[in-house]
């Protein structure tokens, strides 16, 4: 892994407005370290170079006018490419909409630009949202900078890898059931999915409506929170947004754990979970404890059937999401004699086998005669998990769990077997079921001398104290790392 | 406009007699009257450029997300009140199928928890058609096909127009409760003139901001389980709607006595031909896959709300009837016209400065026929019927003395004294009836031997002579006596 070349980002932001570094010099020494590696890595779909040059000599030119350019001025942001951005590509990964423009930006976008950020390209992610490794992608996989033989996870795996290789300070991703935080896991950085409906989704290209939320990819905890802050906050073009302001979460940062509680999620340590990670997530729990928390273990026992309620609610709902694109008014078009047959050729050239396999079992699970016994069931089950969790949230104030079931595994290992990727978000799909916030936090290595990721889970709107427990551990790790590498 | 039953009488091959009756449930969505489209800001109007009114939104393009108009939804609560039905808190769904028009390829509607639910509709003739519910969804947008007669399957290329896409409708569907089309016609402009009142839309079926699907179905009469139906769509018209009705339920009495059965299709009107054709079979029916749609909140209309909708909806045409005919000694179904034009309170004003109610309601159906009526004094029009039903004013007099006073205002009698309108004395009507037998000798034979048809003749000639003076009803009166009665 080479040599991150800036700062945090917090660090650029205060540099350049105070005048003491050019964000114009910040863009181009990222784009260098994008030049050098990228080739191999491919995070990136989509450079933004002239947009994130002429970005930021605006904000250069306006340091020197005496203005404040924002929170995040000047630094360079990496956006999952499917994040809308004016004018600029925005694929999702797929044929289907390889060409496509949208004449509007995200509202994220446009939050992050009105405070200062420069987003600097579209990163590559499984089609649609749609996996865990960055594999379904149309135009090839992202490979973990931790060790090119093995994925970054996904589907936010290359603005996972851009972070972790210090192509961006910053990266912005999506996570339906995991996407943010399992490739923030596999590739070592902080990875954030916010309650549901603290960040806007206009803009963001529906996966699975009710389970999608955008979050930050950082390489610390304080820069997730800096980027968390600025996203988040009430939309009106998002009618599942929250009312009110974003949180305040760098101000109390600091403030520890003790006198919390903490609950360590049995169901989510035991079966599947590779031992050298529950070692990590077990060491997480007394670093924790030493900073006074109260930890003791927690039961939440409908997670258990958190993989199979995601699979019958995302799919049914990606069936309807991905139904526009049907080569009428744009992306892919592939002619035929009328327009079924149209509608037919594209979505058989435009999809790949993935997202075609999701439509199909979304389609069947709505199907008349079969919403009861699927979609129906399903519902229930996310209505028992929410229950469940809230339960545990009366005896505690957090709750802990790995990231993933093992560190990151290599390229093709899972492709031919659904089932064994599907289980890989394991861990992180009951956070989106139960619409509440959750972050990956790096957390040492593994036995292969890759990251592990610990997540800490709070009850919706709880991020604040979930971000000072995230930043006890960093804090730890720091720590350790200071008496030699874990590996 | 009176309902009649729909029933028909075939002689089966056994001969026996079987009585049919028609049984109907209509399906109208209206676009409603509203600033902005359902789920954006872009504006809500016909006839504009085409795809001028158009966002990320309407065009469904990938990362837009619907937000509901609270006009819309203020629109369909004082429909639904004005329908009587039960406003409850309700959800949206999303109705999945593939069509060019459907920018998102599903439409966002309500299934099976919609906001009104439980209403009726009451019809001139004082029937009740009940209202199963009328919920709010999204309208496509238009498509229109180039070449090959307009029809999708042999156009050239199609071009489609999303000005439309997004805009917002209620989908009022009545209980299978009417009998004939000429009852439906009754619904579909009694429903039309509630949502004028209640100024939930403008309810131009020529315009496509109201539009009616037909489900008929045909059962021996007296029995008490409904038939197999087919939905008719393509009804243009109120007159369509009534002649597609006819012709379905008579296409299914025949088939049914020819002894076949009755499939259940959806059928298409051909205004051309007079007859329904096959659209789809309930076998090609689509799947829609309804789920609750998750880019939007359940809608839960607090109650101070539909409270404050209930006190500003105004006094509807059910309603006006009933006051009119109360006030007036008619039936409500007499005065459905008069209320229909708006001059209700015109009348009941009138009658208040001691007009004749027959006189008043005889002039505002047949006289102030798409006169702007709104300048005219009330107390002038009671004048005026006062003058007729005291003799000073023939029929016909009394017409023309309104016609000025529509025009230009003024004292009725004042008017009729300028026009030389005197009432004419019983003599010299008489000696003009008179007149006239004796100038036509051949007719008066006729009259005499009891041929009817010549009546006008005579009343017309006395009118002539006496320049419009004379009273119509006298001078049959005097014929009769002179004829020797």
């Not at chain 2, 947008?141 to 997004?166: C, F, M, P, W």
Request: proline residues 6%.
């Amino acid at each position: 892994m080479g040599e991150r070349p800036n700062l945090a980002a917090t660090e650029i932001a205060a540099a350049v407005r105070a005048g003491e570094r050019r964000a114009a010099d910040v863009v181009d020494e990222h784009l260098a370290v994008i030049r050098e590696r990228d080739g191999e890595i491919h995070a990136f779909l989509t450079l933004m170079d002239e947009h994130a040059r002429s970005a930021a000599e605006g904000i250069d030119r306006r340091v020197a006018a005496g203005e404040d350019p924002g929170p995040l001025a000047g630094v360079p942001v990496a956006l999952k490419d499917n994040l809308c951005t004016r004018g600029v590509p925005t694929t999702c990964s797929s044929r289907i909409l390889e060409h496509w423009r949208p004449p509007y930006d995200a509202t994220v976008v446009s939050r992050l630009v009105a405070a200062g950020a420069v987003p600097i390209g579209k990163t590559n992610l499984d089609e649609f949202a749609m996996g865990s490794s960055t594999e379904n992608s149309a135009f090839g996989p992202t490979r973990n900078p931790h060790d090119t033989g093995r994925v970054p996870g996904g589907s936010s795996g290359g603005s996972a890898a851009a972070v972790a290789a210090g192509f961006a300070p910053l990266g912005l991703g999506s996570d339906t059931g995991g996407s943010i935080r399992q490739p923030a896991g596999l590739c070592g950085v902080v990875g954030v999915k916010p309650t549901y409906g603290m960040v806007s989704r206009y803009g963001l290209v529906a996966f699975a409506s009710s389970l999608d939320q955008i979050g930050p990819l950082a390489p610390t905890v304080a820069d997730a929170a800096a980027l968390l802050e600025v996203i988040a906050g009430h939309d009106p073009l998002d009618s599942t947004s929250i009312p009110g302001p974003a949180p305040a979460l760098r101000a109390s940062l600091d403030q520890g754990v003790d006198g919390l509680r903490v609950g360590v999620i049995t169901e989510l340590l035991g079966e599947g979970i590779a031992p050298d990670v529950r070692a990590r997530v077990e060491a997480a729990a007394d670093a924790l404890a030493a900073a006074g928390a109260k930890v003791e273990e927690a039961s939440v026992p409908a997670v258990g059937f958190g993989l199979s309620a995601y699979y019958l609610i995302a799919p049914a709902e990606a069936s309807s999401n991905l139904a526009r694109y049907d080569g009428v008014r744009y992306g892919l078009r592939v002619e035929a004699p009328t327009t079924g047959a149209m509608n037919v050729a594209t979505r058989t050239a435009g999809f790949g086998p993935e997202v075609k396999r999701r439509i199909m079992m979304g389609s069947f699970v709505l199907s008349s005669g079969y919403y009861d016994a699927y979609y129906g069931k399903a519902q229930k089950v996310r209505t028992l998990i929410i229950r469940d969790f809230a339960a545990a949230y009366e005896t505690f104030d957090l709750l802990v769990c790995p990231t993933t079931p093992t560190t990151a595994f290599p390229l093709g290992a899972k492709v031919s077997d659904p089932l064994a990727m599907y289980l890989s978000d394991v861990c992180t799909i009951p956070s989106n079921l139960s619409g509440d916030p959750a972050i990956s936090v790096p957390f040492g290595r593994g036995d292969d001398g890759l990251p592990v990721g610990v997540q800490v889970l709070a009850p919706a709107l709880g991020e604040a104290p979930m971000f000072r427990a995230a930043a006890v551990l960093e804090h730890a790790m720091a720590g350790a790392a200071g008496e030699g590498p874990s590996r | 406009m009176t309902a009649t039953q729909g029933t028909a009488t075939e002689r089966t091959g056994a001969g026996s007699t079987t009585e049919w009756e028609t049984v109907v449930g209509l399906e109208v969505h209206c676009e409603l009257a509203t600033a902005t489209k359902l789920f954006c800001g872009c504006r809500n109007a016909f006839g504009d450029e085409p795809n001028t009114n158009v966002c990320p939104v309407c065009l469904g393009l990938p990362g837009s997300l619907p937000v509901l108009n609270r006009q819309a939804v203020e629109l369909a609560m004082r429909l639904g009140e004005a329908l009587g039905c039960t406003v409850r808190p309700s959800l949206f769904h999303r109705k999945n199928y593939f069509y060019p028009d459907m920018p998102k390829d599903y439409q966002i509607s309500q299934y099976d928890q919609p906001i009104n639910v439980d209403g009726f509709l009451e019809l001139p003739d004082g029937s009740r058609v009940g209202i199963e519910r009328a919920h709010l969804e999204e309208d496509t947008g238009k498509s229109t096909h180039v070449g090959g007669g307009g029809r999708i399957h042999e156009a050239d290329h199609s071009l489609v127009d999303y000005n439309r896409s997004g805009v917002p409708l209620v989908e009022i569907v009545s209980r299978p409760d009417v009998r004939s089309g000429e009852q439906a016609r009754a619904y579909v402009n009694e429903l039309r003139a509630v949502l004028l009142a209640t100024g939930a839309s403008d309810a131009r079926m020529e315009e496509g901001s109201m539009r009616v699907d037909a489900n008929v179905s045909v059962r021996p009469a007296g029995s008490a389980t409904l038939g197999t139906r087919c939905e008719v769509k393509n009804l243009n018209s109120t007159r369509s709607l009534g002649r597609a009705i006819e012709y379905e339920a008579r296409r299914q009495i025949d088939l049914l006595t020819a002894g076949e059965r009755v499939v259940q299709q959806t059928r298409h009107w051909d205004e051309a031909d007079g007859r329904t054709h096959v659209l789809r079979s309930k076998e090609e029916a689509f799947d829609y896959r309804y789920f609750p749609e998750p880019d939007l909140v359940p809608l839960v209309p607090d109650d101070a709300w539909r409270e404050s909708v209930r006190q500003s909806l105004p006094v509807l045409p059910a309603e006006r009837r009933r006051r009119l005919a109360t006030a007036t000694g008619a039936v409500p179904g007499e005065v459905a016209v008069v209320v229909e034009r708006g001059l209700d309170e015109l009348v009941l004003a009138a009658l208040d400065a001691g007009g004749e109610a027959q006189r008043l309601l005889v002039h505002a159906e047949h006289d102030l026929a798409g006169e702007p009526a709104d300048a005219l004094d009330p107390a002038a029009l009671a004048a005026l019927t006062r003058m007729e039903v005291a003799g000073q004013l023939t029929a016909t007099q009394a017409k023309a003395v309104l016609a000025e006073l529509v025009a230009s205002g003024g004292d009725p009698a004042e008017i009729a004294r300028a026009k030389g309108f005197e009432a004419m004395g019983d003599d010299a009507l008489a000696a003009a009836v008179d007149e006239i037998i004796a100038a036509n000798p051949d007719a008066w034979g006729r009259y005499q031997g009891g041929d009817a048809k010549v009546t006008g003749f005579f009343v017309g000639q006395v009118m002539k002579a006496t320049r419009g003076r004379a009273d119509g009803k006298a001078v049959t009166r005097l014929l009769r006596e002179r004829a020797g009665a």
